[in-house]
């Protein structure tokens, strides 16, 4: 089974500035799919960013970019310019490419980040 | 666009009673997950639903259970209500669940037992 781990319960940042949230997991899988959810206070969970494994760009989007190292098994996310906004629960998951018994239709998440943006 | 419902949002019962939530998705989407999320376990998935048709289920005994109408609004039914049942349900739909498909969330509901 896939297991997702965040090693970072609370981080902060100061605004404007750059943060970086780890995860690591484990898989025997080499097609799958990873993703950061944000879930602010609200507690809506968004999707902020998707990296597809078999590609080896990491994917941007606006001031979210993400650090996907496959070998490590290690997918970070960079926040920069960080802004009030951004303060929320950080939720990393994994999701398998796999059809059998249903388990790409699971996501698999970490126990997440909560991300402190101080003005 | 209307973004996921789920109701109710907030709800108190007591032990070995019953309780059943809610989730309307976003129109045109056919895919229905459930999670629960607890400060302790965190995110766990309940199950998917696709076409009235349940395609994973989580490691949750049998009081945990769910059904899709053919209009893919889905009910999940808890049984026998437990302590440790008490946690935010959340519901995602999209529009075929599997892939990369992205994920839709709802807002919750905050399940107290007592």
């Known amino acids: 089974a896939q297991t997702v781990t965040q090693s970072q319960p609370e981080m902060s940042v100061q605004e404007a500035e750059t943060v970086t949230l780890s995860c690591t997991y484990d898989?025997?899988?080499?097609?799958?799919?990873l993703f950061w959810y944000k879930q602010p206070p609200s507690r809506q969970m968004i999707l902020v960013i998707r990296?597809?494994?078999?590609?080896?760009q990491n994917a941007t989007e606006n001031r979210f970019s993400v650090n996907f190292q496959k070998a490590a098994k290690s997918f970070s996310l960079k926040i920069s310019d960080s802004q009030l906004g951004d303060a929320a629960m950080y939720f990393c998951?994994?999701?398998?490419?796999?059809?059998?018994?249903?388990?790409?239709?699971?996501?698999?998440f970490g126990k997440g980040t909560l991300l402190t943006v101080n003005p | 666009k209307a973004g996921v419902t789920q109701t109710p949002r907030y709800l108190i019962k007591t032990r070995g009673q019953q309780v059943t939530l809610s989730c309307s998705p976003i129109?045109?989407?056919?895919?229905v997950s459930w999670y629960q999320q607890t400060p302790g376990q965190g995110l766990q998935f309940l199950f998917e639903y696709f076409s009235e048709t349940q395609r994973n289920k989580g490691n949750f005994p049998g009081r945990f259970s769910g059904r899709q109408f053919s209009n893919s609004r889905s009910e999940m039914n808890v049984s026998t209500l437990e302590l440790g049942d008490s946690a935010l349900y959340l519901c995602a739909s999209s529009l075929s669940g599997g892939k990369g498909g992205e994920l839709f969330f709802g807002e919750g509901s905050r399940l107290t037992v007592l």
């Open positions: 998951a994994y999701r398998s490419l796999r059809d059998s018994g249903g388990s790409n239709y699971k996501l698999t």
């Open positions: 898989t025997s899988e080499s097609d799958y799919y």
């Open positions: 129109s045109g989407h056919r895919s």
């Open positions: 990296q597809e494994a078999y590609k080896q």
